[in-house]
């Protein structure tokens, strides 16, 4: 049996590739990614001569078969994402978990995730948080974000620039305009920026400036009084 490996990749800056990866890569029989121009630019990078294969979210049901037939003879498989974990909001998790019902080895190196960063330095509380990752662009979104309103633990998600300032609105709308939050964008790259208040102060800042670059929200989550006045009204 082979080994599969989870191969964390920079979100950003090319410095926060760890030694580990870079000698994973480079000894894997293949490299399976997300899109293999941008993973085919880290590589170079790096001086990683190896053989890349497409193993993306619109594929990957269907080539998750061979790549467990190639880990069962034996191979050793690297797979990694654009950036960041494979599996967080990005393809991975099938494989994964393909992977461990055929009895093969998996092993997920530590590295870089957007959220991490975002999460710590939010000035939020970040010893329980929920991750929620990308919500529901069309159908579900309401009852998504109307299902997190006394969600007491911070809450983080995912956003695309053009779809911030839409999203913190309705994000005002269900937690109140004085929710306290933070938005990170272009973690660890040159004009990386953090920007925090209330959910009406950020969205005043990005309606007057407009966003650019990966985007991670972080939400504080409901007063515990709050959701004990919620259940003592149940009662």
């Given at each position: 049996m082979g080994t599969l490996y989870i191969?964390?990749?920079?979100?950003?800056?090319?410095?926060?590739?760890?030694?580990?990866?870079?000698?994973i890569l480079k000894e894997a029989d293949i490299v399976l990614a997300e899109d293999t121009r941008t993973s085919g630019k880290l590589l170079k990078h790096y001086d990683i001569q190896n053989?890349?294969?497409?193993?993306h979210k619109f594929n990957e049901h269907g080539t998750s078969a061979s790549v467990v037939t190639r880990l069962q003879a034996g191979q050793t498989v690297a797979l990694i994402s654009d950036a960041g974990t494979p599996g967080i909001s990005?393809?991975?998790?099938?494989?994964?978990?393909?992977?461990?019902?055929a009895g093969i080895e998996v092993q997920c190196l530590p590295g870089a995730t957007a959220f991490v960063p975002a999460l710590v330095s939010s000035g939020l509380p970040c010893d329980r948080f929920a991750f929620e990752g990308f919500l529901p662009q069309k159908k579900g979104r309401q009852t998504k974000l109307e299902s997190l309103s006394d969600e007491s633990?911070?809450?983080i998600?995912?956003?695309s620039p053009y779809r911030l300032v839409k999203t913190l609105r309705q994000l005002s709308e269900v937690f109140g305009e004085d929710r306290q939050a933070s938005v990170c964008r272009e973690i660890s790259k040159l004009h990386e920026e953090s920007v925090r208040g209330t959910l009406c102060e950020i969205i005043a800042h990005f309606e007057a400036t407009e966003?650019?670059?990966?985007?991670?929200?972080?939400?504080a989550g409901a007063p515990e009084k709050d959701n004990k006045k919620h259940?003592?009204?149940e009662l």
């Open positions: 191969v964390p990749t920079p979100v950003g800056n090319m410095e926060d590739m760890t030694f580990r990866a870079v000698r053989h890349l294969l497409s193993h990005d393809p991975g998790f099938f494989l994964v978990r393909e992977a461990v019902r633990r911070t809450m998600f995912y956003e966003p650019r670059g990966e985007i991670v929200i972080v939400v259940k003592n009204k």
